[in-house]
């Protein structure tokens, strides 16, 4: 069975600051991964994802992640946060074979002060 | 519709109550999905469909939990005689894929139990 750990569950940071958010996963077999975000009073939306191919994939809005096969991980990534990526952010792994749900991380909650 | 919808928003039952939790997913998409999100925990698996046909009810907690979709469109999440563990988000995605595939998310039902 697949599991996701995210390291940090709360990370404050200056506008500017440069972001990395740890997401390692647990599974056998191939996957695909996800990053989703929940801002404030709004639903789960997609950051980014990665199927297969180039394994640095980039998102909406800045964000960028890169999977590293060798140590099952896909940390999420921006050089430069702005106040409005004040959120929830969620990493999911997905199965690549059969019905695919999605196992998420406990998610990280994101602060960014002005 | 533009998104996946769900209705209600928000529900206060008291312990003992049968309630029925709706979800509208994007119009076509063959995957559905049903998550619950406890408080300070990222979304867990329920149950999916495929169509009509409910293909793996694995995550459902108890035999309290029924889910359906007779039409293959509409789905509707029961929960029987509610307990106050049972308090949590209740979301719901639908893909366009059979089995999966990026996963489109509603705004979620929470649900209290007194």
């Known amino acids: 069975a697949q599991s996701v750990s995210q390291h940090n569950h709360h990370v404050i940071l200056s506008e500017a600051a440069s972001l990395e958010l740890g997401c390692n996963y647990s599974?056998?077999?191939?996957?695909?991964l996800f990053w989703y975000v929940q801002y404030p009073g709004q639903h789960l939306q997609l950051l980014l994802k990665y199927f297969s191919g180039d394994p640095l994939v980039k998102g909406i809005k800045g964000f960028e992640a890169e999977f590293i096969k060798s140590k099952f991980s896909f940390n999420l990534r921006k050089p430069s946060v702005q106040w409005s990526d004040t959120a929830e952010y969620f990493c999911a792994v997905q199965a690549n074979t059969g019905f695919q749900k999605l196992v998420f991380g406990t998610g990280t909650r994101l602060l960014v002060s002005p | 519709g533009a998104g996946v919808s769900q209705s209600p928003r928000y529900k206060v039952a008291k312990r003992g109550q049968d309630v029925a939790l709706r979800c509208d997913p994007i119009?076509?998409?063959?995957?559905l999905f049903w998550y619950q999100q406890a408080l300070g925990q990222g979304p867990e698996f329920l149950t999916y469909f495929q169509n009509e046909a409910q293909l793996d009810k694995s995550g459902l907690p108890s035999d309290r939990f029924f889910a359906e979709r007779p039409e293959g469109s509409v789905s509707t999440l029961k929960i029987q005689r509610t307990q106050q563990e049972d308090s949590a988000v209740y979301l719901c995605?639908?893909?366009?894929?059979?089995?999966?595939?990026?996963?489109?998310f509603g705004p979620g039902t929470r649900l209290t139990v007194l």
């Open positions: 599974y056998g077999g191939t996957v695909n």
């Open positions: 995605a639908s893909s366009l894929a059979p089995g999966g595939g990026e996963q489109f």
């Open positions: 119009s076509g998409h063959v995957s």
